[in-house]
């Protein structure tokens, strides 16, 4: 049984259609599935509380960002491929244990390592460039496409993921991931 701490209850993140919080703006304090009413483009974000994943389409869909508390004055400072941002969902900040089993080949198959920690290199640790299949056991983490936690990211919660489209990877390479925690 997991035993998490949940530290925060009010989340808070604005966008702005500008880089540097410039023009118009829309501040968000729960779950959006459609951002497109309030902003036609999104060029910079102040994240007040927690954690919050954006997305690139509404209704959740397209590329994933996953921010922290702080700012990011322009799209490329959260990793953004364009400043296109349409939906959002907001998660606690919590403390717990973490605990992932990623697989080399779908349906947790071939070989299997188990992770208590962030890994900057998942070739260094696995011998491996792909991850077919993974099995969040405890907490929420973050798979990105390069090493050192850079390029596309993926948002990981509790549960079985068969193969990376069930993540919603556009195909198995992960070159980094971590937990997702205070930085």
């Given amino acids: 049984m997991t035993s998490i701490t949940i530290l925060s209850l009010n989340f808070m993140i604005i966008f702005y259609e500008d880089r540097n919080f410039q023009g118009r ?16 483009r ?4 102040r994240v007040d509380s927690d954690w919050w994943v ?18 990011y004055p322009d799209y490329q400072r959260w990793m953004g491929f364009n400043d296109c941002v349409r939906s959002c969902r907001s998660y606690p900040h919590v403390r717990g244990t973490y605990r992932i089993r990623i697989y080399e080949r779908p349906d947790f198959g071939g070989q299997m390592m188990e992770f208590m920690d962030d890994c900057p290199s998942v070739y260094d640790r696995f011998r491996y460039r792909d991850i077919h299949s993974c099995h969040v056991m405890d907490g929420y983490w973050i798979f990105y496409e390069h090493p050192n936690y850079r390029g596309r990211q993926y948002f990981m919660r509790p549960g079985e993921y068969k193969r990376y489209s069930d993540w919603g990877g556009y195909n198995s390479t992960i070159g980094s991931f971590r937990r997702m925690r205070d930085f």
Avoid: F, W
């Fill in 25 to 40: 703006h829309y501040e968000c304090s729960t779950d959006c599935a459609d951002l497109s009413p309030y902003l036609n």
């Fill in 42 to 45: 999104c060029n910079s974000i």
């Fill in 54 to 71: 954006l997305y690139e389409k509404p209704n959740y869909m397209g590329y994933q960002y996953v921010l922290s508390r702080g700012e």
